[in-house]
């Protein structure tokens, strides 16, 4: 069984601090990164897939940066707002017998007005 | 508003009871999946389902079992034979069972026996 770690396990900010947290995982036969947002009450969303090392993608005021080599990649948040607020999920996407996402427990972000 | 819904919101079971679960989506997705979330995991992936009358056992397959007799419904059968059926179910589907495509959550299941 793969093992996916996010960390920290959960952060606690106030408005308009920046903050980045890890996802780390396998990196052989490694395919794809998904990473979700997942507030309270709601379903999960995409935030992004990614798949190329040294690959960055941006939304907003949310950025990923992906090391394929090493298995590793960075959510950050920059000026977090309590809307932010939510558990950030991490899946990478693995070949083979693996066919299907194997995703982390998340890092659950709290951000203070 | 295209989307994916699974009902009911909440569900109570006695043991040894079959219960299913719905989950309905509009998006004209391909493959639809199962997942279950139990507290301090993970998502784990129950069945998944790429194309109409065709599903995949995921990695907790055991004690469920799904239908795909049409591409905009995918429902779970918990079995008796599930030995630890109390957690959350979420539902989801996207455009191919392909890993470059995101995933659409549905609101979830919360299934618990009494």
């Known amino acids: 069984i793969l093992n996916v770690e996010q960390s920290p396990q959960s952060l606690h900010v106030q408005e308009g601090d920046s903050t980045n947290f890890t996802c780390s995982f396998p990196s052989s036969n490694f395919y794809a990164l998904h990473w979700y947002r997942w507030e309270t009450a709601k379903s999960p969303e995409a935030l992004f897939v990614m798949t190329l090392n040294g690959d960055e993608k941006k939304k907003g005021r949310i950025s990923a940066t992906l090391n394929t080599k090493e298995g590793y990649s960075y959510l950050y948040i920059k000026g977090s707002q309590p809307e932010d607020s939510a558990t950030y999920l991490c899946a990478p996407y693995y070949g083979g017998s693996q066919g299907n996402l194997i995703f982390g427990k998340g890092t659950k972000l709290s951000v203070k007005p | ?114």
């Open chain 2, 1 to 114: 508003d295209g989307g994916i819904t699974q009902s009911p919101k909440y569900l109570f079971r006695k043991e040894g009871q079959n219960v299913t679960l719905s989950c309905e989506q509009n998006l004209n997705h391909d493959a639809m999946y199962w997942y279950r979330q139990d507290p301090g995991q993970g998502l784990r992936l129950i069945y998944y389902s790429q194309i109409v009358n065709d599903f995949q056992k995921g990695d907790i397959a055991e004690g469920y079992s799904v239908s795909r007799e049409k591409k905009e419904s995918f429902p779970l059968t918990v079995t008796s034979a599930q030995k630890n059926p109390t957690a959350f179910y979420l539902c989801a589907s996207s455009r191919e069972g392909a890993w470059y495509n995101e995933q659409f959550f549905g609101p979830g299941t919360r299934l618990t026996v009494l």
